[in-house]
């Protein structure tokens, strides 16, 4: 017996057009800012930058309700700038990097923390932490023309109002440049691709009927509520 489905592709609004822009894939840079990565304890040394991936069904519209996913009891922020790949390249060299970028958002990489713990002490993939549904709820993406280079400029997050982080982009450990140069050694990156460019210190738990809004200057804010977990899918949130 045969069967068809419809398949669609993934997008971001783009702001100020109609047309929205269609998500290849999706890669995030693990860890990008020093004090990010010493309250995850680990040593902020400039070693390579390495890289997770979701996948591109995942994004989420600015505005959304994001149900409790399950099979956590400690889901996380982690605010983030994105990059809007715009060209193929491999071998990028840094500064030919900006060539590359078509635009730029706010996005939050969701985390599943205990599962991502639990696969570090295991040795084993990210996926479960990183990689779930609706885990990349991002803004709509401002073409780099109209915003120039995003090196620099306040990245700032909040749960119900309060400020939870807040940092500047020129403080990333890899600058932009250098981890589209890094990526593009590994893979061929396409138009499409969106890269999540790591997540400053402060990063924490929300719950069910919170709010999370976030932004980084010169791209405007990103805003979503954590809902209840779907009907009969185990997603408690701890009190
Ligand atoms: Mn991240």
């Known amino acids: 017996m045969s069967f068809v489905f419809p398949l669609t592709t993934p997008s ?3 702001v100020g057009e109609s047309a929205r822009f269609p998500v290849r894939r999706i890669f995030c840079v693990g860890r990008n800012y020093a004090a990010h990565a010493r309250e995850m304890g680990k ?5 390579p930058p390495f890289f997770f991936t979701k996948p591109a069904d995942a994004v989420v519209e600015s505005g959304a309700t994001i149900p409790y996913p399950p099979e956590t009891k400690n889901l996380h922020y982690e605010m983030e700038l994105v990059l809007a790949i715009g060209r193929e ?3 990028i060299e840094p500064e030919r990097a900006f060539d590359y970028i078509w635009g730029y958002c706010c996005g939050i990489d969701l ?10 002490d295991m040795g084993r993939p990210w996926d479960w932490g990183k990689a779930f549904d609706q885990s990349a709820p991002v803004s709509a993406i401002h073409n780099a023309s109209e915003v120039g280079r995003l090196d620099k400029g306040r990245i700032w997050l909040a749960v119900n109002g309060k400020v939870k982080q807040d940092s500047d982009l020129s403080l990333m450990i890899w ?3 250098d981890i589209i140069a890094f990526l593009s050694r590994s893979m061929k990156i396409m138009p499409g691709d969106l890269v999540m460019t790591g997540t400053p210190e402060g990063v924490g738990p929300v719950v069910p009927g919170d709010r ?4 980084i200057d010169r791209l405007g ?3 979503v509520n954590i809902g209840a977990a779907e009907a009969g899918r185990i997603g ?4």
Request: no cysteine; aromatic share 0%.
């Open 12 to 14: 971001v609004a783009i």
């Open 43 to 47: 040593d902020p040394d400039k070693e």
């Open 89 to 91: 390249g491999t071998n």
């Open 111 to 120: 985390t599943r923390r205990d599962l991502q713990g639990q696969a570090k």
């Open 175 to 177: 600058p932009i440049a």
């Open 212 to 215: 999370i809004t976030g932004g």
């Open 221 to 223: 804010e990103i805003a």
């Open 236 to 239: 408690i949130a701890a009190e």
